[in-house]
């Protein structure tokens, strides 16, 4: 028997096994979505700096906080999306394409739910959150007040674009999302920000987010559709069959998102209540750029979820599972080191030559905090797609809860008296936790590969050493001018790329 490419049909089609989809439809789905992510990045550094002279520093971090306010949408999605790629992979492996209908009709249903029930919330708290969570001053209060009431509608949205776009993952097909998203954030960012040339503010920059979510759904639906559910119905009933595991896989991935909006969000707001919004400007700026290294390979081996959810109960899921760590070992080592020399050694120059001295002067020091921090936790992204496709979300849930309760009471503690630095300090304060997630991996997954963790944690090591090394022989010879980052970037990818090299070649041969 020789299974069809996955995702390429109906749901009656079978997938491939591992070892196939290693070699066609995993390196697919790890270039486009890196690619993706890649162009969001090259879109975001090149409009930040619009969007700060334009609005100003307090308007800026206005901004910056009513979208994460947008992007706090998978905390209200209660984890349905992440149930549904797992249940979605799961189904299709057991050949259940009955079940792969009602699993995404029950979570567009669930979803749509929690999406209007959260959004109307945002949107009737509007005016609160304005003056007393986000410190707006009264001068902007208003305009924050109706930005804040466009997230609302904007989460309603993305609940229908999240539920969609899962479908799709769950059949192992992350191009085709990432293909949409591409060309759907282009189209958001280039819009607004010529809004903002222009000399529009919040609100139609908002409204322009709004109606670009609500065209990236409306492709995403028709590729569902058309490709891979041409029988789906839609606002019917959900399923008794597959409710209850969806609730309960989704209770876990709701508690993993909320952790991670712990970690990734709430410290934002934090800053902009203890210091001011302008601060908080400067920070989710540093965060952004540090955050990308993790950014990046949560998007590089998304694909492990899926896979691994449809090989665990297979003869060689065993083999499967520890092929994809090594695997997850060799692009972790390889971002780290490519991405977080640069960025520590350089960081100076870049906030000089991207924003302005007086940005670098603030957001320095904090970066290289955050990068820190970014490359550690890298370290744990291939062992949290491996526990919640084996079945074992619960040691994530534990851990990601911790981490982010840390963060945030250690934030609260240090920021009054660090400013910025604090919440970053705050950030390293909570790597311990990442140990939990390492040792059920070991002890529940793999059974092995042991040394391949030890290999990662000594390269991240070895690699961070060399950036202080670095940066301490270079400081002051590299001027914080275009010219010298042109030179000096590449040098340092190519230093830390064959760094990580050695790293990677020891890693596949003890995984």
């Known amino acids: 028997m020789h299974p069809a490419d996955p995702g390429n049909g109906p749901a009656g089609s079978q997938p491939r096994r591992w070892r196939t989809l290693a070699s066609v439809s995993r390196i697919r789905n790890v270039s486009f979505s890196t690619a993706d992510h890649v162009l969001l990045l090259v879109l975001w550094a090149v409009s930040t700096p619009i969007f700060i002279a334009q609005l100003g520093d307090e308007r ?10 947008v992007g706090l949408g998978g905390v209200f999605s209660l984890g349905f999306g992440e149930a549904t790629i797992r249940f979605v992979a799961k189904y299709r492996a057991d050949g259940r394409d009955d079940l792969v209908h009602r699993v995404v009709e029950t979570t567009f249903v669930l979803y749509l739910a929690a999406g209007i029930v959260f959004g109307a919330g945002v949107a009737a708290a509007a005016s609160w959150l304005a003056v007393h969570a986000l410190g707006v001053s009264a001068t902007h209060a208003a305009e924050a007040t109706a930005g804040l009431r466009l997230a609302g509608l904007a989460l309603v949205v993305t609940s229908l674009l999240k539920v969609f776009e899962s479908a799709i993952n769950g059949f192992e097909r992350f191009d085709l999302t990432a293909r949409i998203s591409m060309v759907a954030r282009t189209g958001i960012i280039v819009a607004n920000a010529a809004a903002a040339l222009l000399g529009f ?7 322009i987010t709004v109606v670009g979510l609500a065209g990236q759904a409306v492709a995403t639906y028709r590729v569902v559709m058309h490709r891979f559910l041409p029988e789906l119905r839609l606002f019917r009933a959900p399923s008794r069959e597959v409710t209850g595991d969806v ?18 969000t709430v410290d934002r707001f934090l800053v902009g209540a203890l210091v001011s919004p302008a601060a908080a400007g400067v920070y989710a700026v540093c965060l952004q750029l540090a955050q990308q290294i993790h950014l990046l390979l949560v998007r590089a081996l998304a694909f492990i979820m899926p896979a691994a959810s449809g090989a665990a109960g297979s003869g060689d899921g065993g083999h499967a599972l520890r092929e994809a760590y090594s695997h997850g070992v060799c692009l972790t080592l390889a971002l780290i080191g490519v991405i977080a020399i640069p960025l520590y050694v350089l960081a100076p120059q870049v906030l000089t030559v991207w924003i302005g001295p007086d940005f670098a002067t603030d957001g320095t020091d904090t970066l290289r905090l955050l990068t820190i921090y970014f490359a550690i936790w890298g370290i ?11 079945g074992l979300p619960g040691w994530n849930t534990a851990a990601g809860l911790v981490h982010g309760l840390v963060i945030v009471a250690v934030a609260a503690l240090l920021l009054p008296k660090l400013g910025l630095e604090g919440a ?14 390492l040792a059920a991996m070991h002890a529940r997954v793999l059974r092995a590969g042991r040394l391949a963790t030890a290999l990662l944690v000594a390269g991240i090591g070895v690699l961070l050493a060399l950036a202080a090394l670095i940066e301490a022989r270079t400081a002051g010879l590299i001027d914080a001018r275009f010219g010298e980052l042109l030179v000096a970037g590449p040098v340092l990818v190519l230093a830390g790329g064959l760094l990580s090299l050695v790293f990677v070649l020891l890693a596949r041969r003890a995984a």
Do not use: E, K
Not at 60 to 69: D, H, K, P, S
Not at 201 to 207: A, D, E, H, P, S
Not at 251 to 264: D, K
């Open 60 to 69: 800026f971090g206005v901004w910056v906080l009513i979208n994460a306010v």
């Open 201 to 207: 503010g919040l609100i139609v920059l908002m409204t």
């Open 247 to 264: 609730v309960r896989f989704g209770a876990h991935s709701w508690l993993q998102i909320t952790s991670g909006a712990l970690s990734n």
């Open 380 to 390: 744990g992204v291939a062992p949290f797609y491996l526990l919640n496709g084996a």
């Open 424 to 437: 970053a300090w705050a950030r390293l304060a909570a790597l311990p936790t990442l140990a939990l997630v």
